[in-house]
């Protein structure tokens, strides 16, 4: 692989970091060099998953053994705030892909009130790019840091960025109900019995009024409105492993329908190969999205017209996190978007 792109992924051994494994294992322009975790080392890949063929891949390593000379890009699929150590420590030729929230929030304040620690360093900052990459296509490759978004504000974005940016929807009383397989909440959730069990029997909202994605929500609807957005926000926990169904309800502008705002999001991202419409006014369910890189969106009618309900659907461990993170690296490297992933 002369010309291969020379990885490590850090977190390897989490849900996302298992998914990376499984994509970037298969992608024909990367070289997984080391696999890194606090936990196991010196274990094969495929102890934690049999869908992975561990035969040409590292076993798993200290993130302090990496030798940066030998890989271009790092992975960080880690606990919030251990991204941030990691950055301080990288040469400047290698590009950081990170899946927490480390680099997601801008304000120094609200990344401090909303997740309880001090914000990366402002040059830190200044280095990273918030990356949905329907929308970061153009300026990703400038950035050394690449902040892929949450799962929940990933499903919640695509619909809604065009919207508000052609002024179609109200912005102030955005309501979204969000759902996800348990897979979202980590291992840290499968790992306690009590609470798994209560899980597999039950659904359950969660993070009422105070949900972290609610503030990265917040932050990038309203950096395209120009002024304050404060959406409403309840998301909840699913007896299934993985994928999110988030339902949005909007109140239109003048002028505007359920009709014209399917026609326009279709005409918007008809270039954007994850992105999947139903037809119009068709329901649709996590099974459209699992195991894809792919956005499920349908634009329904409500009985008033002044109305819309949007519903989209992606699966939490991919689109929401290892696939958009491939996805970021192959435009950021001057890939096709799709290599690896279709």
């Given at each position: 692989?002369?010309?291969?792109?020379?990885?490590?992924?850090?977190?390897?051994?989490?849900?996302?970091?298992?998914?990376?494994?499984?994509?970037?294992?298969?992608?024909?322009?990367v070289k997984i060099v080391f696999l890194c975790a606090n936990k196991s080392i010196g274990k094969k890949i495929n102890s934690f998953s049999k869908e992975i063929n561990s035969k040409k891949l590292p076993k798993i390593s200290n993130i302090k053994s990496i030798d940066w000379k030998k890989i271009k890009?790092?992975?960080?699929?880690?606990?919030?705030?251990?991204?941030?150590?990691?950055?301080?420590?990288?040469?400047?030729?290698?590009?950081?892909?990170?899946?927490?929230?480390?680099?997601?929030?801008?304000?120094?304040?609200?990344?401090?009130?909303w997740y309880g620690k001090d914000?990366?360093?402002?040059?830190?900052?200044?280095?990273?790019?918030?990356?949905?990459?329907?929308?970061?296509?153009?300026?990703?490759?400038?950035?050394?840091?690449?902040?892929?978004?949450g799962c929940y504000p990933t499903s919640v974005q695509l619909p809604l960025i065009p919207l508000i940016k052609k002024k179609m929807i109200k912005v102030n009383n955005i309501t979204i109900d969000s759902k996800s397989g348990y897979s979202g909440a980590g291992k840290k959730i499968t790992?306690?019995?009590?609470?798994?069990?209560?899980?597999?029997?039950?659904?359950?909202?969660?993070?009422?009024?105070?949900?972290?994605?609610?503030?990265?929500?917040d932050q990038e609807l309203s950096k395209i409105h120009g002024s304050k957005i404060m959406v409403s926000f309840t998301p909840h926990i699913l007896p299934m492993f993985r994928g999110i169904l988030s339902t949005i309800y909007l109140d239109t502008e003048s002028g505007y329908d359920a009709k014209k705002i399917f026609n326009f999001l279709k005409k918007v991202h008809k270039n954007?190969?994850?992105?999947?419409?139903?037809?119009?006014?068709?329901?649709?369910?996590?099974?459209?999205?699992?195991?894809?890189?792919?956005?499920?969106?349908?634009v329904c009618k409500n009985r008033k017209n002044t109305k819309v309900i949007i519903i989209s659907a992606i699966d939490?461990?991919?689109?929401?996190?290892?696939?958009?993170?491939?996805?970021?690296?192959?435009?950021?490297?001057?890939?096709?978007?799709?290599?690896g992933l279709i």
């Open positions: 692989m002369k010309d291969s792109l020379n990885i490590a992924i850090a977190g390897a051994t989490g849900y996302i970091g298992l998914e990376l494994v499984k994509i970037l294992s298969k992608h024909p322009f890009i790092i992975f960080t699929a880690l606990p919030n705030g251990e991204a941030q150590k990691i950055a301080k420590i990288t040469p400047d030729h290698v590009k950081i892909i990170d899946l927490s929230a480390d680099f997601r929030i801008k304000s120094l304040k609200d990344y401090k009130k914000h990366p360093n402002k040059k830190l900052m200044d280095q990273s790019i918030y990356s949905i990459t329907e929308f970061a296509k153009k300026k990703i490759k400038n950035y050394r840091i690449i902040s892929c978004p790992n306690n019995k009590k609470r798994f069990n209560s899980i597999l029997n039950s659904i359950s909202a969660y993070g009422v009024g105070s949900h972290r994605h609610m503030i990265e929500i954007n190969l994850f992105i999947k419409f139903a037809k119009f006014n068709t329901p649709i369910g996590t099974i459209d999205a699992i195991n894809t890189n792919n956005c499920h969106i349908s939490n461990l991919i689109k929401g996190g290892s696939g958009q993170a491939v996805q970021n690296m192959n435009v950021a490297f001057n890939l096709k978007e799709e290599i």
